[in-house]
């Protein structure tokens, strides 16, 4: 039962946007059975609209006071949508609660069949589900194993025909797959294609990954040798993108305060044959830009705590369902708007913190939402309160991408709206996603102020790294002394 209760507590978890699916069951340390959970939850939310009507009309979770209505929710989906039923024993109270209402539950089940005129349970899926758009394959190459144009030699080998990249990506067909018009180490294939037994895939030579989520390390331009850091790392997939665009040269450090998720970046990046990666079990916000290692770190990577909004690749858009009441909606608002103030606090923080390092000269700050407040509000904050920086014009942030940023969301400013990147699952066939991209003015731009401010930061860490250097070299002088 404890399985059934895990589903319920995760289903809470969604209703209050507490996370994702995936986030919440791969996330979830105590969940054994990921695969099995991901689909009893998934499972669960397709069908959520037909089981809110069941138990509205046998009130179960009224006359059963311990059944929690999430929890009636899994029970439920499994006695009335499976083969198995409900898989625990007989003599489980919580099972016992469900099953004194069998005959009344499947009855209400047949109601709603021939009310709707459904001839199968499939026919009962809500419109919701109907209507999700079908992301495609994405397959990123992982051009530390193999270069894209034998990974496509490979794949046609299988039996997959290569097209031309075209607009119109829904009309893919199984075994067919083209070259990204945008990412040129990116593979499209039909959304019902599975790779996660695939050799190439077991081996890390590719690389299942969104195409919005392989913008930022695309963006960040890093060339070979360089020093980079990616804030906000784990699990570690823009990571190892960063790594392969510099062809394993330079260091990229890759934070994460999560060590159970850094464990899962080390795991990915030494997969996919990353050497060039440091990971940092800690916070980004309390690293020390002035810090020597960091001294050369020209090329920032921000990804942080989002709401999540764009995500549509999984059935999260399910769960506040337009079957449930609406008396509590402007709670739900101010809830949403609190956490996005929050949210959004917190990304300008990580923004402010990464222009603190002194040689930083190009930040990616990207999320994985379609909020204003997360997005076009953020950039409009940190362009008020650094002069110092500037959006990266749009030739050098994908420029073939055409759909940019909400002027109206940045006063106005067609201009800046141009710099930056933004997605539409319906119509981009991908997870709704924002890119922005900060650049440091060149000296000669910036107001005396900020360039004043700039050379007393750069003083204090040459001043740091010669205090350093002159305490290693009288630590030797008396190592000297000692042993003479």
């Not at 050799?199 to 390390?217: E, H, M, R, T, W």
């Not at 990666?277 to 916070?283: A, D, F, N």
Request: include cysteine; charge should be positive.
């Amino acid at each position: 039962m404890n399985f059934y209760q895990h589903a319920g507590r995760i289903l809470d978890k969604l209703a209050r946007h507490e996370g994702t699916i995936k986030g919440l069951v791969i996330g979830d340390p105590k969940v054994w059975d990921k695969k099995k959970m991901y689909a009893l939850v998934c499972e669960t939310l397709k069908y959520k609209q037909v089981l809110n009507e069941i138990i509205n009309a046998t009130k179960i979770c009224e006359v059963e006071k311990k059944l929690k209505r999430t929890l009636a929710l899994v029970l439920i989906h499994d006695l009335l949508f499976t083969k198995r039923g409900i898989t625990v024993r007989n003599d489980v109270s919580l099972k016992q609660c469900v099953m004194r209402h069998q005959s009344r539950l499947k009855a209400e089940l047949v109601k709603i069949k021939v009310k709707r005129g459904a001839v199968s349970n499939d026919d009962l899926v809500s419109q919701k589900v109907k209507d999700a758009v079908l992301i495609p394959r994405y397959v990123r190459v992982n051009e530390h194993k193999v270069s894209v144009d034998k990974a496509i030699e490979k794949f046609q080998k299988e039996g997959y025909t290569l097209i031309d990249f075209s607009e119109k990506l829904a009309e893919l067909k199984q075994k067919e797959f083209c070259v990204d018009a945008h990412l040129n180490d990116m593979l499209i294939f039909h959304p019902k294609t599975d790779f996660h037994a695939h050799p190439l895939y077991v081996s890390g030579n590719i690389i299942l990954q969104d195409k919005a989520s392989c913008f930022p390390a695309h963006v960040c331009q890093a060339p070979e040798g360089a020093h980079a850091i990616d804030a906000c790392a784990a699990p570690g997939n823009k990571t190892s993108h960063l790594s392969a665009l510099m062809k394993n040269t330079g260091k990229i450090w890759a934070f994460d305060l999560d060590a159970r998720r850094l464990g899962l970046l080390k795991r990915l990046t030494n997969k996919a044959g990353c050497k060039n990666i440091t990971p940092v079990h800690g916070s980004f916000l309390e690293t020390d830009p002035l810090d020597k290692q960091y001294s050369n770190v020209e090329y920032l990577m921000l990804d942080p705590s989002c709401s999540g909004s764009g995500i549509i690749s999984r059935l999260d858009h399910l769960v506040d369902d337009d079957d449930e009441n609406e008396d509590n909606s402007q709670e739900k608002n101010t809830t949403q708007e609190e956490r996005l103030k929050n949210l959004s606090e917190f990304q300008i923080s990580i923004i402010e913190h990464a222009m603190k390092f002194p040689k930083a000269k190009r930040i990616v700050y990207s999320t994985c939402s379609i909020h204003p407040e997360e997005n076009e509000h953020v950039v409009k904050t940190i362009l008020k309160k650094h002069p110092e920086f500037e959006l990266a014009p749009r030739e050098s942030i994908l420029p073939t991408w055409q759909r940019r940023g909400l002027p109206k969301e940045i006063d106005g400013n067609k201009d800046f709206a141009d710099r930056l990147v933004r997605t539409i699952p319906a119509e981009d066939l991908t997870n709704g996603f924002f890119v922005s991209c900060f650049i440091r003015k060149n000296e000669s731009s910036m107001p005396d102020e900020e360039n004043n401010k700039r050379k007393a930061i750069e003083m204090a860490t040459n001043n740091n790294n010669t205090s350093s250097s002159n305490k290693k070299k009288k630590s030797k002088k008396r190592k000297v002394a000692l042993t003479q």
